[in-house]
């Protein structure tokens, strides 16, 4: 924090610091992307359907609250006219 850093300057305060590894990678060392192909076929197909209802979850989602929020019961208006 600028507190933190202005001590430190003033006074020459230790501070501990947060070790950060030089190179970003896992732990492991696997690689941060699945590979889809590696996957058997009925696993690729499996995956499919939640997708495909997570899909149309979000869209619906979006479309009734825009729907909902739109409604001129609400007698919403648009920027500093209010």
Do not use: C, E
Request: proline residues 9%; glycine residues 4%.
């Amino acid at each position: 924090s600028l507190v933190a850093r202005a001590a430190r300057l003033k006074y020459g305060a230790a501070l501990p610091v947060l070790a950060f590894p030089s190179k970003l990678a896992t732990t492991s060392g696997r690689p941060w992307l699945v590979p889809l192909l590696d996957l058997p076929v009925w696993a690729r197909w499996a995956s499919a359907a939640p997708a495909l209802l997570a899909a149309v979850l979000l869209f619906l989602d979006q479309n009734i609250t825009a729907r909902l929020v739109n409604n001129p019961r609400y007698k919403m208006k648009k920027g500093r006219d209010t």
